[in-house]
């Protein structure tokens, strides 16, 4: 089973960077099938720079090698593994520490000590409880942001193109401040403050660490690092008022105060959230809403589950658990989507994927955009088709993959909780239609986004 780290996406490719110097080089591909390096000193970077994207790359390799397939980043040797079969046969014996958050806080300047197998097995309980009870006391906040945005639609022109990325990228941004983070971002001009220093950290810690260019460029450098420090700023801020008296509203940032964390946990948490939480709801929110706009069928299956389970009265957290075919709807969202399509570990010892050995301290990624796109997997796999998770068995191979059940990420929660109370309100009251003769791209970075803007209308329904 692929463990809560697996999901840890966000992070990969500043992994993958910074393992180059946090563990020596290995020349022995030990049989596995793929390409030589291109260069000597980056390995195969170029070819996945001419690709456009690790994911694209992948795609290309696995249909030309296979299952398990290797190249070189650097000098270091990568395996990548492209089916379900395969990465059920992977399993990492080291289970006390998170690769991706190890590195995270390296590159964030964190100090990154491991912990304990029962240390680390408690703050990941601490982190899955505190997204779930922050959620439910902050339910009606929720609503409220949806209600807002609700309004606004309704107040537009059936002809007013809405730009949609724009619109779910502000609305996650308010629903994650607000409810992590709590009442001391209801004013805008403070999200807007915190969303600029969000995007230039985020942007850098995907772009900037992969391709070096950020330690060539003393005004990036400078600009992420202060980017860094009004986050942090702000962070403990909060973490000292929530210390020093109580508040009404209960959030993500309580939970980890009570869980008796230190405040560099509590800090560390509380940026790593915030980073990857944003980003993940806004994806999901865009995509679902996209592919609703296309499938007019879809949208009327899900209206009509929202008018039955529904009725006249608001939606609840015991509502959203009966919205059965709206999760379906989120599911074949991610996997069409690729929503999150690489995930990577680091091979603590030798292992063993078929008749392939991989070597100790080999980065093996998971290609998740190519197994949720494998024909011999997801028949027809690039329709978008909710009824597909009828079965319950390719619910059980979906969850096994992190991305649903007991294996899904804190974010992931997150994002699904608020994407449902969304869509139960927007599609509810409107139908929700494409701009003819848009072409939708897609951009594979770190969470799968269109390449440029998705441009929708909205119709009142009678």
Known sequence: ??????????????????????YPASRQAAGIPGITPTEEKDGNLPDIVT?????????????RYGPVVSFWFGRRLVVSLGTVDVLKQHINPNKTSDPFETVLKSLLSYPSGGGSVAENHRRKKLYENAVTTCLQSNFALLLKLSEELLEKWLSYPETQHIPLNQHMFSFAMKAVTQIVLGSAFEEDQEIIHFQKNHGTVWSEIGKGFLDGSLDKSTTRKKQFEHALVQLESVLKKIIKERKERKFSQHIFIDSLVEGNLNDQQILEDGVIFSLAGCIITAKLCTWAICFLTTSEEVQKKLYSEIDQILGQSSVSPEKIEQLRYCRKILCETVRTAKLTPVS?????????????????????????????????????????????????????????????GTQECPELRFAYMVTTVLLSILVRKLHLHSVQGQVMETKYELVTSPREEAWITVSKRS
């Open 51 to 63: 690709s456009g994207s690790l994911h694209e790359f992948l795609v290309n390799l696995h249909e």
């Open 1 to 22: 089973m692929i463990d809560f780290a697996i999901f840890a996406v966000t992070f990969l490719l500043a992994l993958v960077v910074a393992v180059l110097y946090l």
């Open 344 to 404: 990577a570990r680091l091979q603590d010892t030798e292992g063993k994927i078929n008749q392939f050995t991989i070597p100790r301290e080999t980065l093996v990624l998971y290609a998740l955009g190519v197994v949720l796109q494998d024909p011999n997997t997801w028949p027809s796999p690039y329709k978008f088709d909710p009824d597909r998770f009828e079965d319950e068995s390719v619910m059980e191979m979906f969850s096994s993959l992190g991305f649903s």
